[in-house]
DNA sequence: GAAATATGGTCAACCTGATTGACCATGTCA
DNA sequence: TGACATGGTCAATCAGGTTGACCATATTTC
């Protein structure tokens, strides 16, 4: 009698990732109906990081996604090259470059988080508003637990 | 005045990947405490899958985690050569191999159950019981609207 | 100030986990 | 029995990351 089969402690975790998974997917599709290109996560991340701190280098991205700042460069070069990410000089130091979103960047980043939203009402027609609610508390209370006052990483999964 | 400050509606698929961020980071550690070496998150998943299926081929297995079945193939020999999985000649197809668990891998697998379980409990003494269960159903209730009778794809996130 | 050191960024080589494509051996069906 | 389908392998390639060396500019220290 296995002691791994369906019901059981320790389930949840497991719920989760099927869960983010679901919405992942439920997003891209989302976005493959609107015939846009399908951006990969990591953007995303770099996208809000951005819009946040619009004084960033690569080196301060680099250490917001958790990868070096090498692997950093490569993904702002790209999204550079598609038209979302500019590269400026830094007023002050002449090493440095700052990064900003284009006009066409934040433009993605409304439609994502639209998209987001959308992505969310549904799962709250499917759980129910008070569920929703609960949920939302919940996942706040323990990032809050976990994380504090520190910045939440927001690296990609694994 | 950006949109995409941190509250507003859209907020939970991001919260819910760094909930599960954090849970599998969590895991990890909990892992590393005992000395036992990280298998990927894919190892799990192929765990679980030949667990409850144990006259699985490789093409099953690589059809379930969503991957060709070359990267499954290769992922399987790791797993041989580590004495996790067994690869048995199969009863009437000559071609086909039957996978199973050796009994070292049904340990890391009751191991790693015992590890979510931990991961869970402590979830739940942070957002208190009433949360956990809410949460937990929630779960529940989404995937089975969004999978319904199907198998639900353990694929890795993305 | 000048020398030593730290830091932002790039280039290049490499690793890993995946992919596609070709192929062989066995199974299945007309 | 011949045609096609299927399980598995080998080989080449790709993508996204890594490490290491390096240059130019900043910053610190004496």
Same mark, same amino acid.
């Given at each position: ?6 019901? *059981? ?5 497991? $719920? /989760? ?6 919405? %992942?997917? #439920? ?5 493959? =109906? !609107? *015939? +846009? =290109? ?5 953007? *995303? ?14 080196? #301060?991205?680099?250490?917001?996604? &958790? ?15 598609? &038209? ?15 990064? %900003? !979103? ?12 639209? /998209?987001?939203? #959308?992505? =969310?009402?549904? /799962? &709250? =027609?499917?759980?129910?508003?008070? $569920? !929703?609610?609960? !949920? ?9 637990? %976990? ?7 927001? +690296?990609?999964?694994?």
């Amino acid at each position: 009698m296995p002691s791994h089969s369906h019901p *059981g402690p320790g389930q949840i975790p497991l $719920q /989760l990732a099927v869960v983010h998974r679901a919405m %992942t997917d #439920d997003f891209h599709a989302r976005l493959a =109906e !609107l *015939g +846009r =290109e399908p951006l990969r996560p990591a953007h *995303g991340y770099t996208f809000r990081y951005l819009a946040a701190h619009p004084a960033a280098t690569t080196v #301060d991205l680099a250490a917001h996604l &958790g990868i070096t700042k090498q692997a950093a460069s490569k993904a702002v070069a790209e999204l550079q090259d598609w &038209g979302y990410v500019e590269r400026l000089p830094h007023p002050t130091d002449k090493r440095a470059q700052l990064l %900003t !979103l284009t006009e066409r960047g934040h433009d993605y980043l409304r439609l994502a988080d639209k /998209l987001w939203a #959308d992505v =969310e009402r549904h /799962l &709250g =027609e499917v759980i129910g508003p008070d $569920q !929703l609610a609960t !949920l939302s508390r919940a996942l706040r209370t323990y990032i809050d637990h %976990t994380y504090g006052d520190q910045a939440v990483p927001f +690296r990609p999964v694994w």
